[in-house]
């Protein structure tokens, strides 16, 4: 097989990214991104372009010269992060406190440079949709598009791609696993709810801080447990608060947030219910009334062997370096919806090793990665179609 030549057009797939970076979005209100995304991807005259999927979500397909085939999805995230940016480049966010800190807008240059080789080198059979997917950073958006009527019904794919940057590895190096590759989490808010009174009578009110103070302690013992769990399991309190700041009152209502981890279902499963029993038991104890739900579950993401298989085959013919990562990542992906659902694979891709870490306020995806993502997917593409 003849290997891929890079997009022609890299010039303009960099100005993309930077401008994408230069006008961020948050979760669920990439508009302007996803009209961006629509009106960039016109010069490629792609089959057929989808938008408003699962919200923002824009999707276009790239038939190849027979139509019948197999269908290759590749995804891409729309969303930046509430992070202010310490960068001071010509291409600087001009969000105040709005950031592309994940890279997600380099993400999206590479899904286009995937598209400027589906026009320039157009496949045998079958069809790739390029999916540009809002609000990952909340988990939101992968499950609200595949909620999307259409997307079952007019895009329904055999397999399913996707690629994240990943700092501290080196630059263009290829990151795979079988199996779990990012962990499951669930975010978790507690309320508490006791009575409140004046300070100067709190024999007259029910403060919960005592309770809140037990929850945190108890926390703390349940996860040091590690002989419950079968794997990799965490919970990390992110944020408590306790009534109002108001010297002249005793609180009667707190609330405790707190994320939970792991890397295998029914870890999480267990630590869930466990946590569960240390804030029932504690309210019972003080007499508080509590509320407790789940908020931005992202599933494991688990990958598909055969799907893994083709991407190592990929990244070795394009001449890249290419590893297994021992352990599955501690953050959480909601493609693992996309995984759960249909054969695919999650891998990342080295920014490199001294490049800043995800979410921190000075990262800025390195754009020496947009040939070689948007070829790598190609490759993949044209090893199923092509064949
Ligand atoms: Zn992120
Ligand atoms: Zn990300």
């Known amino acids: 097989m003849t290997l891929p030549v ?9 100005q993309l990214r930077q401008s994408l970076h230069q006008y961020p979005e948050l979760s669920g209100a990439e508009f302007k991104t ?16 989808y938008t408003g999927l699962g919200g923002t979500g824009v999707a276009a397909v790239f038939d190849g010269k027979v139509s019948e085939g197999p269908v290759v999805l590749f995804r891409a995230e729309l969303d930046a992060l509430p992070i202010a940016e310490t960068n001071t480049f010509s291409y ?18 590479i899904l286009a440079g995937l598209g400027s080789l589906l026009h320039t080198q157009q496949l045998q059979t079958g069809k790739v949709i390029l999916l540009f997917q809002p609000a990952e950073e909340t988990g939101a958006g992968a499950w609200a598009v595949l909620q999307d009527a259409r997307f079952e019904k007019e895009l329904r794919p055999d397999y399913v791609f996707a690629l994240h940057n990943l700092p501290g590895f080196p630059l263009h190096q290829v990151v795979l696993r079988k199996g779990v590759f990012a962990a499951a989490s669930t975010g978790m808010v507690i309320t508490l709810t006791g009575k409140s009174s004046h300070a100067a009578e709190p024999e007259n009110g029910l403060n919960p801080g005592l309770a809140m103070a037990e929850i945190l302690l108890s926390f703390d013992k349940l996860i040091a447990d590690k002989t419950q769990f079968e794997d990799l399991t965490l919970l990390t309190v992110i944020h408590a608060r306790l009534g109002e700041v108001a010297f002249g009152t005793n609180p009667g209502h707190g609330t405790v947030m707190a994320t939970l981890r792991s890397y295998l279902p029914a870890d999480l499963q267990k630590l869930k219910i466990r946590a569960e029993q240390v804030v029932a038991q504690t309210a019972l104890r003080h007499g508080l009334q509590f509320g407790i739900t789940f908020v931005e579950e992202f599933p494991a993401t688990v990958n598909h062997p055969e ?13 890249l370096s290419v590893i297994e990562a021992e352990t599955p990542f501690r953050w959480s992906e ?4 996309l995984t759960h659902r249909y054969p695919g694979a999650f891998f990342g891709l080295g920014s490199g ?6 979410h921190h306020a000075d990262f ?6 947009l040939p070689t993502g948007a070829v790598l997917f190609y490759q993949i593409a044209a090893s199923i179609l092509n064949s």
Request: aromatic share 6%.
């Open 92 to 109: 600087t966010s001009v969000q105040d406190g709005t950031g592309h800190k994940c890279g997600h807008d380099g993400h999206m240059a």
């Open 6 to 14: 890079s997009p022609t057009d890299l010039p303009a797939l960099k």
């Open 334 to 337: 909601d493609f693992g919806h």
């Open 353 to 358: 090793v001294s490049q800043p870490q995800l």
């Open 34 to 49: 996803a009209e961006r995304i629509v009106s960039y991807l016109q010069a490629y005259n792609p089959s057929k372009v």
């Open 364 to 369: 800025d995806f390195p754009d020496e990665l």
């Open 307 to 319: 799907a893994v298989g083709l991407v190592q085959e990929a990244g070795l013919a394009l001449g």
